[in-house]
């Protein structure tokens, strides 16, 4: 089992900054993927960015490209998402995941790729 544990959310003003970041703990050895994913109020969730771990290969979403970026400390097996230019349309709900599989060559961006999540940290931007 792996546990995340998402921090940094709040509330921003549009064109700030703002970074996320999960720490996962229990059998992190197992895990060679992670991703952050947003849920806006009466909306799916939604792919924003990953990594793979050992690799650091990334992925990002179109809507954040150029805005967001995604790293990690292998150290502390914590994931940052710094966030930049946010605007309103970044309000979400921003999950954590972690993926436990063999990826070969990609970086996961299906929410079913992924198979533990955090809890979620509120992010809020005000225009």
């Known amino acids: 089992q792996v546990q995340l544990v998402e921090s940094g959310g709040g509330l921003v003003q549009a064109g700030g900054s703002l970074t996320l970041s999960c720490a996962a703990s229990?059998?992190?050895?197992?895990?060679?993927?992670m991703g952050w994913f947003r849920q806006a109020p009466g909306k799916e969730r939604e792919f924003v960015a990953a990594?793979?771990?050992?690799?650091?290969?990334?992925s990002y979403a179109d809507s954040v490209k150029g805005r967001f970026t995604i790293s990690r400390y292998n150290a502390q097996n914590t994931v940052y998402l710094q966030m930049n230019s946010v605007n309103p349309e970044d309000t979400a709900v921003y999950y954590c995941?972690?993926?436990?599989?063999?990826?070969?060559?990609?970086?996961?961006?299906?929410?079913?790729?992924?198979?533990?999540w955090g809890q979620g940290t509120q992010v809020t931007v005000s225009s």
């Open positions: 995941a972690a993926g436990a599989r063999y990826y070969s060559d990609y970086v996961p961006e299906v929410i079913t790729e992924y198979d533990y």
């Open positions: 229990g059998r992190t050895s197992r895990t060679y993927a």
């Open positions: 990594i793979r771990w050992s690799v650091g290969m990334t």
